[in-house]
């Protein structure tokens, strides 16, 4: 902003600065909750899948490794 803009003016920039940021903020946290929505979702499928592991550990009455199981499912 120039040196010799009128208060007015720039009372209007920092206006319009603050409105932008508020906005700005606001997006952000929106993808904060997605992003933690995305989170969540992800630690619920590995447990699922650990316990789907353990499962067919269980019913094969072994403790096979992760190499083992996918060929057999293969």
């Given at each position: 902003m120039p040196r010799?803009?009128?208060?007015?003016?720039?009372?209007?920039?920092?206006?319009?600065?603050?409105?932008?940021?508020?906005?700005?903020?606001?997006?952000?946290?929106?993808?904060?909750?997605?992003?933690?929505?995305?989170?969540r979702q992800a630690r619920e499928q590995v447990r699922y899948y650990e316990g789907l592991l353990e499962l067919l550990r269980r019913d094969w009455g072994q403790t096979p490794g992760l190499s083992d199981l996918v060929r057999r499912l293969g």
């Open positions: 010799g803009a009128s208060i007015s003016d720039r009372r209007d920039a920092l206006a319009q600065t603050q409105r932008e940021l508020s906005a700005e903020l606001d997006r952000l946290r929106r993808e904060e909750e997605y992003l933690l929505l995305k989170v």
